[in-house]
């Protein structure tokens, strides 16, 4: 999600975002993928590619940064007694309206589905608010992956820290770690993620038709057999039917699609702005 969008909007890429991702790569910007083996780490860690944050602030600044401007509360769970909201930094990363509201669903609605659930994958995840939720929601374990190309997930890094210490639970997400993954390396990039995930998470991750069936490829290479695919969108976007299309041709079977959409946060109540939340089972055998 590195790269700016640089005005060349064609009928292949999206161009309603202020910015395309960098795991996107193809549309005349080359991306940093670091280790070109793949890696892993956990957060907090010092290991890792070198190289610095993304965005120019680093985790650490941005825990200590107490300007109210710099962080916003997102409210996602008002009925949770410990965790009503969760704090973000504006600067690191974007969180986009899709992430916020399937974040709310995962701990509303979809809570049943994570409790209990062993691993969690989200892809395209960068500050990876969904990936939270689904630790709050009771998943055993939660892992973030993207290009993060400058070797750290500094966004969601920063975002653990700054509410470990404004809710005073040091543990808090303890459950979550962040994996390197570039989609169009799939299915080997994955890993000891392959095959292993109970529930893959996707909010807003098609950003150039050509990335859709590499992302089914990987959303496919993730799930164990019987796994779901929780896919987030906004109707419309550049590559969501070609996704759907490839993800079918994969054997999915398309539990539910409804409107994703929020009163209390506001969003997707709009008719251009409106979203989609779709399930999808992998077959068991």
Not at 62 to 79: C, G, K, N, R, T
Not at 152 to 166: C, G, P
Not at 255 to 284: I, Q, T, V
Request: glycine share 10%; aromatic share 6%; charged share 25%.
């Amino acid at each position: 999600r590195t790269p700016p969008f640089d005005g060349m909007a064609t009928a292949d890429v999206d161009p309603t975002d202020a910015a395309l991702r960098a795991h996107a790569a193809g549309s005349g910007q080359e991306a940093d993928t670091g280790d070109a083996d793949g890696w892993s780490f956990d957060l907090f860690a010092s290991a890792g590619p070198p190289g610095g944050t993304d965005g120019g602030d680093t985790a650490e600044d941005a825990v200590a940064d107490d300007d109210d401007e710099a962080w916003e509360s997102v409210e996602w769970a008002p009925q949770d007694p410990h965790v009503k909201s969760v704090m973000i930094h504006r600067r690191l990363a974007q969180c986009w309206a899709s992430a916020r509201m399937l974040s709310e669903w995962l701990l509303g609605p979809g809570r049943p589905m994570l409790q209990g659930c062993r691993l969690t994958v989200e892809l395209g995840a960068s500050l990876g608010l969904p990936t939270l939720a689904a630790s709050h929601a009771g998943a055993d374990r939660c892992v973030a992956t993207d290009l993060y190309p400058s070797g750290s997930a500094a966004a969601l890094e920063a975002t653990i820290a700054r509410n470990r210490r404004a809710t005073g639970r040091p543990q808090l997400f303890g459950n979550v770690c962040a994996q390197r993954l570039n989609w169009f390396e799939a299915p080997e990039a994955l890993g000891e993620l392959r095959n292993a995930a109970d529930v893959v998470l996707c909010a807003d991750v098609i950003y150039e038709r050509r990335a859709a069936p590499a992302i089914a490829l990987g959303v496919n290479a993730a799930l164990r057999r019987g796994g779901t695919l929780v896919f987030a969108s906004r109707y419309g976007r550049v590559g969501l039917s070609e996704f759907l299309e490839a993800i079918a041709d994969h054997g999915f079977v398309l539990r539910s699609e409804a409107p994703l959409r929020s009163e209390r946060l506001g969003l997707g109540l709009d008719a251009e702005e409106a979203h989609g939340l779709w399930l999808f089972d992998k077959p068991a055998t």
